[in-house]
């Protein structure tokens, strides 16, 4: 069992900057890519950004440039930096892990919203 506990997030200007962590329970060499997905108000949930072990990162469109997903393995954790905010990027976001096992697990999400 993996338990993924997000923080960091809150309510910013756009422009702004927030940064999400999301820690992980579990050895983070048993985990394989972390990812951050967001659901914004009446939209399904979207891939933010991804991370594998090895540190090779993929992002949405949307999010290139402003935002960066890192990872720290002897922390278990994975960050969101998020920069120049823009008000659609409110959303509630959440952390996944995918383990060497094959199962994904999701955080509970926590709340970015961004004010014009």
């Known amino acids: 069992q993996v338990q993924l506990v997000e923080s960091g997030g809150g309510l910013v200007q756009a422009g702004g900057s927030l940064r999400l962590s999301c820690a992980a329970s579990?050895?983070?060499?048993?985990?394989?890519?972390m990812g951050w997905y967001r659901r914004a108000p009446g939209n399904q949930r979207e891939l933010v950004a991804a991370?594998?072990?090895?540190?090779?990162?993929n992002y949405a469109e949307s999010v290139k440039g402003r935002f960066t997903i890192s990872r720290d393995n002897a922390k278990n954790t994975v960050y969101l930096q998020m920069n120049s905010l823009k008000p659609e990027d409110t959303a509630v976001y959440y952390c996944?892990?995918?383990?060497?096992?094959?199962?994904?697990?999701w955080g509970t999400g926590t709340l970015v919203t961004v004010s014009s």
């Open positions: 996944n892990a995918h383990t060497s096992s094959g199962l994904l697990y």
């Open positions: 579990i050895n983070s060499f048993s985990i394989n890519t």
């Open positions: 991370i594998t072990t090895a540190g090779s990162t």
